[in-house]
Structure formats: structure tokens, C-alpha cells
């Protein structure tokens, strides 16, 4: 259902809107161009290479990021008019694209730390069992967010503005949400914190070389 309303104390969030709209249509533009320009360089470098698991990941990243950017623009934009319905649609668009992108950022990061842990078979389990726990928790924590989301638009002095009611546990959820995103990026940066930490004592043990030399040894051999 669509509401009109021309009540001048709605002119504060008119004003924030269309501010915000200046921001994510510039930042859009911004993205766009940067990926017109890199273009070729993709085809060179990517499309044209041999494929692995870490290039299709980063094309799903980069693509799916593209497609958000969109998406985002259609509820951001106070002149671009969308029914509840496609509001809606959208806003879940953008939580379940999100959450793929986490998906796939936790599968490289997972790759990576397996790497600088020498292919430990211990450490690979390790980290699939703690992901897999966080991921299941946080998918089902955002369908129970989805479905206590509502929305309605608003026409506000000729802007268009999707109002989202989101009631229950949303705010605890999207808190537990983002707590645990947080607990699994401190575990990986910690343990390839403490990684390269291990290299560069057992390093510096054998070595006579400046200290900026033997952390450069360090990056190379764990990335």
C-alpha cells in the first residue's frame, strides 16, 4: 500500500535521504568506472588464464558485488518509485547476496590460512567446523530477520521512500549476526598473526640479515 503525505515534519528525512542517495549513486559511479578501466586487464590476467577454484571465486565476488551496487540503488534513490512488493524483494536480494559474499570470503580465507599452516590437515578441519557452525547459525538468523521484515511506501513531497518495519529479535539477531562474523575474523587474523610470528622467530634464529629483510622472507613464504 502506498501512502501520500506532504507533512512538513517529514522534510528531515526527505533531506537524509536524498543526501544518501548523492553518496551511493556517487560511490556506484565510482565502482563502475573503476571496473571499466580494469576491464582488459581482467580479460587478460583472469578470463584468459587457467581457471581455478580461487578464480571463479573471485569472479562471483566481483560480479556479484556489481549486481548489489543495482539492487541497492533501486530502494536508495528517493526518485526511483518501487512498490512494497519489489522493495521487498530487493532488500532480501541484498541480505542473502551479502551473505554469499561472506560465503565465499570465508571459503578463501579458509584457503589461504590452510596454506600458511603448511596444507595441515588438522587445521583445515579445524577452521571448515568452525565456519560451517557460524555459517548455519547466521543463515538461520537472517530468514528468521526476513520474515519479520515488513515495508510500505511512501510518496513524500514527489520522493519516493520505502519504510522497513522490522519487529521481534531483529536487532538481536542482526547483533549476534555480526558478532559472530567478527569471532571468526579474529580467529584467522590471529592465527596467521601468530603463523608469521612463528616463521620470523624460527627465521631470525638462522639468520644474520636486518630484521625488514627477514619479515619480507616471512610474507613470501606464508603467502
Not at 146 to 153: A, C, D, L, P
Request: proline share 1%; aromatic share 14%.
Amino acid at each position: 500500500m502506498t501512502l501520500v503525505s506532504n507533512d512538513p515534519s517529514w522534510w528531515p528525512l526527505i533531506n537524509t535521504s536524498v543526501v544518501f542517495s548523492y553518496f551511493a549513486v556517487a560511490a556506484s559511479v565510482g565502482l563502475m568506472y573503476d571496473c571499466a578501466l580494469t576491464f582488459g586487464q581482467e580479460v587478460k590476467l583472469i578470463w584468459r588464464q587457467r581457471w581455478s577454484l580461487m578464480t571463479f571465486l573471485y569472479l562471483i565476488v566481483r560480479y556479484v558485488g556489481i549486481g548489489y551496487v543495482v539492487m541497492y540503488i533501486l530502494i536508495s534513490v528517493p526518485t526511483i518509485s518501487t512498490t512494497d512488493a519489489v522493495s521487498l524483494i530487493v532488500n532480501d536480494g541484498l541480505y542473502w547476496m551479502a551473505d554469499v559474499v561472506n560465503v565465499i570470503l570465508g571459503v578463501i580465507m579458509i584457503a589461504r590460512s590452510h596454506a600458511m599452516y603448511q596444507r595441515s590437515r588438522k587445521m583445515l578441519i579445524f577452521l571448515v567446523v568452525i565456519f560451517l557452525a557460524i555459517r548455519i547459525a547466521s543463515v538461520v538468523m537472517v530468514a528468521i530477520r526476513m520474515m519479520q521484515i515488513s515495508g510500505e511506501e511512501f510518496v513524500l513531497y514527489g520522493t519516493y521512500q520505502c519504510m522497513f518495519d522490522s519487529g521481534g529479535d531483529f536487532i538481536f539477531l542482526t547483533s549476534m549476526t555480526w558478532i559472530l562474523f567478527t569471532v571468526w575474523e579474529v580467529l584467522v587474523l590471529c592465527l596467521a598473526v601468530w603463523i608469521a610470528v612463528k616463521h620470523f622467530h624460527e627465521l631470525r634464529q638462522h639468520s644474520t640479515r636486518g630484521i625488514i629483510g627477514d619479515c619480507f622472507t616471512v610474507l613470501i613464504k606464508i603467502m
